[in-house]
């Protein structure tokens, strides 16, 4: 089994550089089969999530041809069947946009229930109230969602919940249905915004994404083109906790600071040091920092794929913070792990009540999801002494070159074979 093997306590410093956003990725790769001429995307981040959706869009007929490490070109064309069922399929959250894609562009689609991390209960009610207003019926069996329309017509949609997947999910359905739909109550998340900008790149008629209203006009056909993925917001959001935690000092690059706001004015209210520049922003901690009051809300509130770094680095600060998730139920399952190495954090309903720590210390630790998992690995870099964080496949989904990019920085982390003791004995020669 792979591991990151970590030793802790050196300071991050100097820079990194953010990729594409992956959450974006999903939805433009699953969008670009929507045209019938080669759409060329760059800026895709090179994680385990884009790998699976790129090969289940292949297995339908799809033609994807990998350009380099960062740039891919598709073709919808030559697809061939509207049923996705693989097992990989089924492991991540972005393959629902399948439905929406499929459905739009040939009016039926049959695709495995997505997995994605276990954080909650996920439901995706609000996909299939738009797909249905939009003229499809929609069935589960066998583990599908089967979605079929003689034809698609626009619609008046109220969201229940601002959801990321239901909105980018009917706008994908909605670009290509007769007439003009709204989406009400939609999601504003950058990456719903993205991929808006992508649909209309292709032809499509978007207005409205980022805002309280979506307004959409079908057209018959999308035609190819050339588009770049937006920057992770979450990946830069990570090493900006990161770095405060470490009390270290980064230039992180190739960001839109506009999209990191929630995060930078917590950090600043914890005493952290943030600088923006126009593609970039600079974080600095050189002390303890203190307490806060975190709730996670739908963009442009404090995203709930931050939580758990930020309940990381709180772990570390001075004084008692309460953070609240408000969008998925069970997501404070990493903190028995924490706790393992030596945070004081309890649990309650939806809170984490947080007694700040002077110092964590290194453990043997069990990454429980993607975001989770680099929070485990925020908090062996900040810790005393040599953290292992098994069942690294969950933060490969979503982190390109995570050691590579922390090696840059300073810091010691490596990705070995949890067997290999001569792997790990070496490690231990180097940073020592
Ligand atoms: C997406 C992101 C995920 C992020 C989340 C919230 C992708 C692939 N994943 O997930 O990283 O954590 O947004 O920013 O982009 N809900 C319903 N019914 C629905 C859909 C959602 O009740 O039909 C609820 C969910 O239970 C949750 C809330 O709405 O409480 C938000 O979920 P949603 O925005 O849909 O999250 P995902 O698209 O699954």
């Known amino acids: 089994m792979k591991q990151y093997i970590i030793k802790g306590g050196t300071p991050l410093r100097g820079e990194v550089v953010i990729g594409g956003a992956k959450n974006a990725a999903l939805g433009i790769i699953v969008a670009a089969i929507m045209a019938d001429e080669p759409v060329k995307i760059e800026n895709l981040p090179d994680v385990d999530d884009v790998r699976v959706l790129l090969d289940a869009i292949e297995g339908i007929g799809a033609i994807v041809e990998r350009i380099d490490t960062h740039t891919v070109r598709i073709n919808g064309a030559l697809i061939n069947d509207v049923n996705v069922d693989e097992d990989a399929i089924r492991k991540i959250r972005g393959s629902y946009y399948l439905v929406g894609a ?9 695709v495995a229930l997505p997995g994605g991390c276990q954080i909650g209960s996920r439901p995706i009610d609000q996909h299939i109230k738009g797909f249905e207003q939009l003229g499809a019926e929609v069935t589960i069996h066998h583990g599908k969602i089967d979605a079929r329309a003689e034809a698609l017509v626009g619609h008046h949609i109220y969201l229940d919940c601002p959801s990321v997947g239901a909105t980018i999910n009917i706008m994908m359905a909605a670009c290509m249905a007769e007439g003009k739909t709204i989406i009400e109550n939609p999601a504003k998340e950058p990456h719903i915004v993205d991929v808006a900008n992508f649909l209309n790149s292709m032809g499509a008629n978007i207005k409205g994404a980022g805002t309280d209203a979506i307004r959409i006009r079908g057209v018959e056909s999308l035609h190819g083109s050339e588009y770049s993925i937006i920057p992770d917001q979450i990946e830069a959001g990570t090493y900006m906790l990161a770095v405060a935690a470490t009390r270290g000092d980064v230039y992180i690059k190739n960001v839109i600071p506009k999209h990191l706001e929630a995060i930078t004015a917590k950090l600043i209210e914890i005493g952290a040091q943030v600088e ?16 806060a009051n975190v709730k996670t809300m739908p963009y442009p509130g404090f995203p709930t794929d931050m939580q758990p770094q930020m309940t990381t680095l709180l772990a570390l600060s001075q004084g008692t913070s309460i953070v609240t998730e408000t969008i998925f139920e069970t997501r404070f399952k990493y903190v028995g ?7 004081n954090i309890t649990v309650e309903g939806n809170a984490a009540f947080i007694t700040g720590v002077e110092g964590l210390t290194g453990a043997q630790v069990s990454a429980p999801d993607l975001r989770a998992g680099a929070a485990l690995v925020m908090a062996g870099l900040a810790g005393e002494g040599y953290t292992y964080v098994d069942q690294i496949q969950y933060i490969e989904r979503g982190y390109e070159n995570f050691a590579e990019k922390i ?24 940073v020592s």
């Open 102 to 110: 499929l459905l739009g562009k040939y009016k039926k689609a049959m």
């Open 276 to 291: 923006e520049f126009d593609d970039c922003v600079h974080v600095k901690a050189d002390h303890r920092l203190g307490y």
């Open 337 to 343: 792990e924490l706790r393992r190495m030596g945070a």
């Open 407 to 430: 090696r840059g920085m300073g810091g010691h982390m490596e990705k070995i074979d949890s067997e290999d003791e001569r792997a790990i004995r070496k490690f231990k020669m180097k």
